[in-house]
């Protein structure tokens, strides 16, 4: 039956989120229950494209990624594929009718990973657009459920809420990404690479968008709202660490939030949830 066949669909993708991102699927379970699934469908996707370009490095990484950015046009056309993972994207995209734009430009980032590039500004701008903002858009027409109204309403502050937690990870992983898969996202950083008064004007941006992101994130429906609020609250706890750090710091190490400091931000965010003084 073809029911259960999206039933296994979806439980593929939750696993997947499982198990590339445990911090994420806490705040997905967080999600109502009419919603998180779809979530899970649209992280799915986005995952499997990401280690494509990431970490299949003994393989065609273009070819690879090209099969499966048609693979993912053509199940949302047909409503179906044999692809657990992009069955389930494709339902969820085609149950909200999320703009194929927003997929498309994802892609366009995902290639823009494939060749070494030096970011300028504007470079910069549209990778996050495309890695980061988007998919926080395609997750947006899930929590309205659909509305246009809704989504074009708090479509700025989603865009804001994705920039910013883009931005952190460049951060969080800079010593990952430029030892391990030479990439250098952050534009005019120069001969000298990062240094102390970039980074607090990288900083200092993220702030600013976090401070407007925390507007749309207030307006959500209850059902995404405290699910998104835990991650906000997260990824804010994140900036505080890396902000901490010394340049050299981020060189050496990952920064990681630790599962004490993670159960406290739930519990603040729960008991500021249950109180509605988000």
């Not at 980061?132 to 309205?144: D, H, R, S, T």
């Not at 920039?163 to 990952?176: E, G, P, V």
């Not at 970039?198 to 995404?224: C, D, N, Q, T």
């Amino acid at each position: 039956m073809k029911s259960l066949f999206d039933l296994h669909s979806i439980a593929a993708a939750r696993n997947v989120t499982q198990t590339y991102s445990t911090s994420f699927y806490k705040s997905v379970s967080m999600l109502g229950d009419d919603i998180r699934d779809d979530v899970h469908a649209i992280y799915g996707m986005v995952r499997y494209a990401d280690e494509i370009v990431d970490t299949f490095h003994d393989y065609e990484k273009a070819v690879l990624l090209a099969e499966f950015k048609e693979e993912t046009y053509r199940a949302v056309k047909r409503g179906i594929s044999l692809n657990p993972i992009l069955n389930a994207f494709q339902a969820t995209i085609n149950k909200y009718e999320i703009d194929m734009e927003l997929v498309e430009t994802f892609f366009k980032s995902m290639e823009m990973d494939l060749q070494p590039l030096e970011y300028n500004r504007a470079l910069y701008e549209e990778y996050i657009l495309g890695s980061a903002e988007v998919v926080g858009l395609m997750c947006l027409k899930i929590f309205v459920y659909g509305s246009e109204e809704e989504y074009q309403r708090l479509k700025p502050f989603a865009m804001k809420l994705g920039s910013a937690f883009q931005k952190i990870n460049f951060l969080r992983d800079l010593k990952d990404d430029v030892s391990d898969l030479g990439r250098l996202y952050f534009p005019t950083i120069g001969d000298d690479g990062l240094t102390l008064k970039k980074k607090l004007e990288i900083e200092k941006e993220i702030e600013l968008e976090f401070l407007e992101a925390y507007k749309g994130v207030i307006e959500l429906p209850k059902s995404a709202r405290f699910g998104v609020y835990v991650a906000y609250r997260y990824y804010f706890g994140l900036l505080k660490k890396i902000q901490a750090k010394t340049v050299k710091d981020l060189m050496n190490q990952r920064v990681r939030i630790n599962d004490f400091s993670k159960y406290l931000i739930y519990v603040k965010s729960y008991l500021r949830h249950s109180f509605n003084v988000l």
